[in-house]
């Protein structure tokens, strides 16, 4: 069985420009959930979907966004992009929604001159 | 408000001794722990889990302890190996959410 996959790998933006980042969930899942790792702070959770819709948030701004489609595949959108988000995003999918184990992507590795 | 806390950022052990890992919550509602190991490019791997009705759950070399009055979990890996070297994250299963806590790097010396 295939894994989770991120795309693209690296990415390099400059300040104000948007972004959007790709995962596709092991097939079956259908809950992907975003986080953010940057050094110190750890995993941060951004957000969780299941069957298309949003049951989780966690505290980042509006700038934040994503979406999921009836694949079950997710897109993250981060908009007018700041240097502080210069980090390696990380998608999650699990059979179910929320708890539990979950299995990671290899990450996209984004950064904001 | 950090609900997960990894006091310690970096831990070096000698190749196969013991390696204890430390991880404190806050949230007495987090009911399930989970232990992720993550190496450089790849994402996290699932290790090893328990839930809050248990205070010890093992896995060959890897032992997690739950001690719910304190709200402190570790991890044991007995004996340590040198591809035991990695970032370990402890996690905490509260309502639909998992919240991870900063990371341990942990070295294992030959």
């Known amino acids: 069985k295939a894994g989770v996959t991120q795309t693209p790998r690296y990415l390099i933006k400059t300040r104000g420009q948007q972004v959007t980042l790709s995962c596709s969930p092991i097939?079956?899942?259908?809950?992907v959930s975003w986080y953010q790792q940057t050094p110190g702070q750890g995993l941060q959770f951004l957000f969780e979907y299941f069957s298309e819709t949003q049951r989780n948030k966690g505290n980042f701004p509006g700038r934040f966004s994503g979406r999921q489609f009836s694949n079950s595949r997710s897109e993250m959108n981060v908009s007018t992009l700041e240097l502080g988000d210069s980090a390696l995003y990380l998608c999650?999918?699990?059979?179910?929604?929320?708890?539990?184990?979950?299995?990671f992507g290899p990450g996209t590795r984004l950064t904001v001159l | 408000d950090q609900q997960v806390k990894q006091n310690s950022p970096s831990l070096s052990v000698q190749e196969g001794r013991i390696s204890i890992l430390n991880c404190d919550y806050t949230?007495?509602?987090?009911?399930?722990f989970l232990w992720y190991k993550k190496y450089p490019a790849e994402g996290p791997t699932f290790l090893i889990s328990i839930s809050s009705i248990k205070d010890k759950n093992e896995d060959g070399r890897f032992t997690v302890f739950l001690n719910k009055s304190a709200k402190h979990l570790s991890l044991h890996i007995v004996p340590s190996q040198p591809g035991d070297s990695a970032v370990y994250f402890c996690?905490?299963?509260?309502?639909?959410?998992?919240?991870f806590g900063q990371g341990t790097r942990l070295t294992i010396n030959p």
């Open positions: 949230n007495s509602m987090f009911d399930y």
């Open positions: 097939s079956g899942h259908r809950s």
């Open positions: 996690a905490a299963s509260g309502i639909q959410k998992l919240v």
């Open positions: 999650a999918s699990s059979v179910g929604q929320g708890i539990g184990e979950q299995f």
